[in-house]
């Protein structure tokens, strides 16, 4: 029986692929076949004849919002960023180009499969015609876009953003191999370029939730979907919405660079992406050195002889900089430690399938097409929170993750003479932790283990997989996302939506009695001390925990962990220090603000700052800014806000957390349109004299919801504006 559903499901899979490969191309004019209709808040609804089409669109849309954001992360992804910021960026190009992401994107989009390659072209068509009709617009760099741009960032941004971040190789490491290797210094270098560019620059995480059954009064299922992002930089995201007349219907969010909306719902399923930890990424010592021959690496007892090739890295004001680049068997050299350089792997990173699978997914109708668009695991990186209007929720501990010997220690580079280190193939879906409509009737997942997903005997078991393939734990979002999920027996649309904006700061509790401890033992030594705290004391002890923008416990509790953070605090032999800790923060609170008691609101900000060269904001306490509600991702709570202090400012600013969230409800009567909201952290437009620039962020700050419209007959009827591109 499983191995005739095992090639049923094959046969699905093939089926799914086959439709979405058959006859897409892109329009011979797509701008007359491309509609943008916009909006009251500006987002695009992107109308195409053809899915190519949509990409045409979704491109002149993306650049009409910010071209300044796209063309800076295709000049990162393309490996010439020393041409526009000099010498400083040339060992982040080096990296680039050890990675061979322009020669691999340039191989899979000559060989892809028709669907992809319409997109692709359709993309790279879009942003030329914007360019031609907007002659104003001045590129720094490019004057024509390559359909092969997009495969690239996707590796630029998952691949060397996210998985080589993740082998914690320093900058001096990185340094120190690219001098050995030229066997010539640099002088001048930035350890990223721009500094938040990468998927894990900051770590804000994620959260999503799904429910069915008698957990929610819908007949279907819930959905929320709420990633915690960076605000600036490569990492935001870009609000979409595609249709075609060959079928698709997807909306949600997706970056700028990409062609479509790769996380979100249509009208009959929806999933949402959680960042994982899974070991997806190795390094390995290779032992150059031992023969009159540089390039001769040792392996089993013999040698092999390493890749090397030249090139040039031009720069900005100066002369090229000649460069070389070396591999072994297991991949680029890309850091030196000890005296002795390191290569790196990546889960499927010479292989392509990452674009397909999502278009597959946002182009599935029902459960089985959704999982047969999943089952190739070509989209490292990201859980799947699932719901559908049959009611299945789904959950996916996602990834390629290779089979090793779990004899090793693959959280540190392993020994690349030793042929036992080798991958030994990939999982399969059937072998990662997943959850399929749970007895609990709810799932969730905030980059926490897969083991206690539902809270119920539907989860994983631990022994069950390789002690390799998971490495999180727990954390304090999983805990309140429990606490809500378990704590109320029945949602209706209206709970969840108000659960979905939750500030409860679960963190609070244990390190309230942290910090009474410690209070304390430092009142019975030295009661002058403890009498000028009792005050702030008092506010912290009578809270309970949940941020309001008109309290200062929330002020004085963060600002008081992340200074205990920073001085490696937190433990309860340590009161002295934690009760310096807090005095140091109620010092600078009384320096900056003339008194300690300084609400959330008042310190807790959102801003949209002109951004420098390298796309880094330029925060000022005089310029205007919102008060936001959410909390820091540490400290659990669903409405989260990367905020955090910078030299001299005394207001924290917005820099990740809540970037698209969104909530759906999927009737299993499909006669019933499905209801769906969504937010974006700022707006549709970057630029300052838009009406979009900050309409959404206000409505995050109350904690409300926009309409996501999602039937093109909706969509029209709220549409402001409605033009093909170049008609604007």
């Not at 392996?299 to 090139?311: L, M, T, V």
Request: aromatic content about 12%.
């Amino acid at each position: 029986m499983k191995c005739f559903a095992k090639v049923l499901f094959g046969l699905t899979a093939m089926a799914l692929l086959a439709a979405c490969s058959a006859e897409q191309t892109v329009s011979d004019d797509p701008a007359k076949n491309v509609t943008i209709y916009r909006d009251t808040y500006g987002v695009p609804h992107i109308y195409g004849r053809t899915d190519g089409d949509a990409a045409f669109g979704m491109a002149y849309a993306q650049a009409e919002d910010n071209f300044a954001q796209l063309e800076l992360n295709f000049i990162l992804a393309s490996g010439r960023s020393a041409e526009v910021f000099g010498e400083e960026a040339v060992l982040s190009d080096w990296i680039a180009r050890s990675l061979e992401i322009e020669r691999l994107s340039r191989r899979d989009y000559e060989t892809a499969i028709p669907s992809t390659k319409a997109l692709l072209d359709g993309y790279a068509a879009g942003l030329n015609y914007f360019l031609a009709q907007n002659p104003d617009v001045k590129p720094r760099l490019f004057t024509k876009f390559e359909p092969w741009y997009p495969l690239a960032l996707i590796r630029r941004m998952y691949y060397m953003g996210g998985f080589l971040g993740r082998l914690d190789f320093t900058n001096e490491e990185r340094r120190a191999a690219f001098e050995a290797i030229n066997g010539s210094a640099l002088t001048t270098v930035q350890t990223q370029i721009p500094q938040t560019d990468t998927e894990l620059a900051n770590a804000f995480g994620s959260n999503s939730w799904a429910a069915n059954g008698p957990k929610i009064e819908g007949t279907g299922s819930y959905l929320f979907i709420n990633p915690h992002l960076p605000s600036f930089g490569m990492g935001q995201v870009y609000e979409a919405h595609v249709i075609s007349d060959e079928g698709w219907n997807f909306t949600g969010y997706s970056r700028f660079g990409f062609p479509l909306p790769y996380v979100g719902f249509g009208e009959n399923l929806g999933w949402a992406s959680t960042d994982n930890n899974g070991d997806q990424e190795d390094a390995w010592i290779e032992h150059f050195g031992e023969s009159e021959n540089p390039l001769a690496y040792r392996y089993d007892g013999d040698f092999r002889i390493a890749s090397e090739w030249s090139d040039e890295i031009k720069v900005r004001d100066a002369a090229p900089v000649p460069v070389k680049f070396r591999k072994t068997h297991h991949g680029p050299v890309l850091a030196m430690r000890d005296g002795q350089l390191l290569s790196a792997r990546f889960a499927t990173f010479d292989e392509p399938g990452w674009l397909d699978q999502w278009h597959a997914m946002s182009r599935a109708q029902n459960f089985d097409e959704f999982k047969a668009a999943v089952t190739p695991l070509k989209m490292q990186f990201g859980n799947y929170m699932y719901a559908d209007r049959d009611g299945h929720i789904y959950y996916v501990y996602n990834g390629a993750f290779p089979k090793k010997d779990a004899s090793f220690d693959w959280n540190n580079p392993v020994d690349g003479s030793n042929p036992a280190t080798e991958w030994q193939g990939y999982h399969s879906l059937e072998e990662i932790p997943q959850v399929l409509d749970a007895v609990s009737h709810f799932v969730q997942n905030t980059n926490t283990t897969p083991f206690m997903t539902s809270m119920s005997a539907s989860d994983p078991r631990e022994e069950g997989f390789p002690p390799y393939m998971v490495r999180e734990s727990d954390n304090a979002r999983s805990r309140n996302a429990r606490r809500i999920l378990q704590g109320i027996e029945r949602f209706d649309f209206a709970t969840w939506e108000r659960e979905s904006f939750d500030t409860t700061m679960m963190s609070w509790q244990p390190h309230k009695l942290v910090l009474l401890g410690a209070y304390e033992a430092v009142n019975f030594t030295d009661h002058a001390r403890g009498e000028a705290l009792a005050p702030i004391i008092d506010v912290l002890v009578g809270w309970d925990g949940v941020a309001r923008m008109d309290e200062n416990a929330p002020t004085l509790y963060v600002d008081w962990y992340e200074e205990c953070r920073k001085r490696g605090l937190l433990s309860e032999q340590q009161p002295e220090e934690i009760i310096t800790a807090l005095e140091t923060v109620v010092a600078r609170l009384q320096s900056d603000w003339g008194d300690w008691r300084v609400s959330w609101g008042d310190i807790n900000r959102a801003q949209r700052p002109a951004v420098d060269s390298k796309g880094v904001p330029q925060f000022c306490d005089d310029c205007e800014s919102l008060a936001t509600p959410g909390v820091p991702h540490w400290s659990g709570g669903s409405l989260i806000s990367g905020n955090t202090r910078l030299p001299d400012l005394k207001k924290r600013y917005k820099r990740g957390g809540n970037s698209y969230t969104a909530i759906i409800d999927f009737p299993r009567d499909r006669s019933k349109r499905i209801v769906s909201r969504s937010v974006h952290v700022f707006g549709a437009s970057v630029d300052a004299n838009s009406q979009h620039h900050m309409d959404q962020a206000a409505l995050l700050a109350q904690k409300q919801y926009k309409p996501a419209w999602l039937y093109l007959d909706d969509v029209k009827k709220h549409a402001v504006r409605a033009y093909h591109p170049g008609e604007e």
